[in-house]
């Protein structure tokens, strides 16, 4: 259910469906989107930084009158905060904004050449000495994270990934499983391209369920953490509607069959300003 859990490699729980708040504006659109979603069970929301939006998503977990701690709030420090120092004050600027005192999951949102060991020394620090309960990277090729294991203390808990049937990347999930990484899903709707394939559109028929809880149920299935966005309260419900059906390993390996390599998002070679 949506309070489902995958066990990351320091025991922490993390909630396997989670509501992305990118885009969401920050205000009311961002603060109803949390609140809908929490409402309706969700207990995992992801923002960063770079979003503008960590204030409006604070508002609305104070104002959803779920416990803290039963929430699994995940930020992100951005490009150009990236660094020893800079990190630990981009954490506790997050902190401030999002009106909590800790975070569940700190991320690093890009690989920045030859900063990024430094940034990981910054979250190794957050992680013993501030109370982050777990750390992680975003868009780390197999050789970034190799790179960085050469150096770390601690193996990041989780990559968050662009993943959808478009970009698979099985290689990467498999090098990460082997790691005892824990791989997420970022724009898992393909920004909202899922919806136009006529192979979606089958299998939704096929098992009375929309393109959006095919797509979402398959990353849960291939123990992949998902959090599609919505600021719709319609469309946040009903996308974690996907706990009363499942896909047959056919039509898991359909949908990795479709697998060409396409983003929709930056290229993480090349995407570190
Ligand atoms: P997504 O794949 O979740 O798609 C969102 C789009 O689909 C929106 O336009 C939304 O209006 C539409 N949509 C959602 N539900 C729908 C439905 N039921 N029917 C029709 N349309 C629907 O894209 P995303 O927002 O890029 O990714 C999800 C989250 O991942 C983000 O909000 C953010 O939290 C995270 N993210 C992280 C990174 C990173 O670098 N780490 C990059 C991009 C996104």
Request: glycine share 8%; hydrophobic share 35%; aromatic share 12%.
């Amino acid at each position: 259910d949506l309070k489902g859990t995958f066990t990351l490699h320091n025991g922490v729980e993390m909630p396997y469906f989670g509501l992305g708040v990118y885009l969401s504006e920050d205000g009311k659109e961002v603060t109803n989107a949390v609140k809908w979603a929490l409402d309706d069970g969700y207990r995992h929301i992801d923002t960063a930084s770079v979003y503008g939006n960590e204030e409006g998503v604070g508002i609305g977990i104070k104002e959803s009158g779920v416990d803290r701690k039963d929430i699994f709030v995940v930020s992100k420090v951005w490009n150009s905060d990236q660094g020893y120092e800079s990190t630990i004050k981009s954490y506790e600027s997050s902190l401030k904004r999002l009106n909590l005192d800790y975070l569940d999951l700190y991320l690093v949102h890009w690989p920045v050449k030859g900063k990024y060991k430094e940034t990981w020394r910054a979250m190794e620090y957050l992680y013993k000495h501030r109370g982050v309960r777990a750390i992680g990277v975003s868009n780390f090729m197999q050789h970034h994270l190799e790179d960085l294991l050469t150096s770390s203390e601690v193996v990041p808990m989780v990559n968050q990934m662009e993943f959808h049937p478009y970009l698979v990347q099985q290689e990467l999930i498999d090098f990460c499983n082997k790691n005892t990484i824990q791989y997420e899903a970022w724009s898992p709707l393909m920004q909202g391209h899922i919806f136009e394939l006529d192979i979606m559109k089958d299998l939704a028929v096929k098992y009375n369920k929309t393109i959006a809880q095919i797509v979402l149920r398959w990353d849960l299935q291939k123990g992949v953490v998902t959090i599609p966005k919505s600021a719709k309260k319609e469309r946040i419900w009903a996308n974690a509607d996907v706990f009363d059906f499942e896909l047959t390993d056919g039509d898991v390996k359909k949908l990795e069959q479709l697998d060409r390599g396409k983003r929709f998002g930056p290229d993480p070679n090349n995407f570190d300003f």
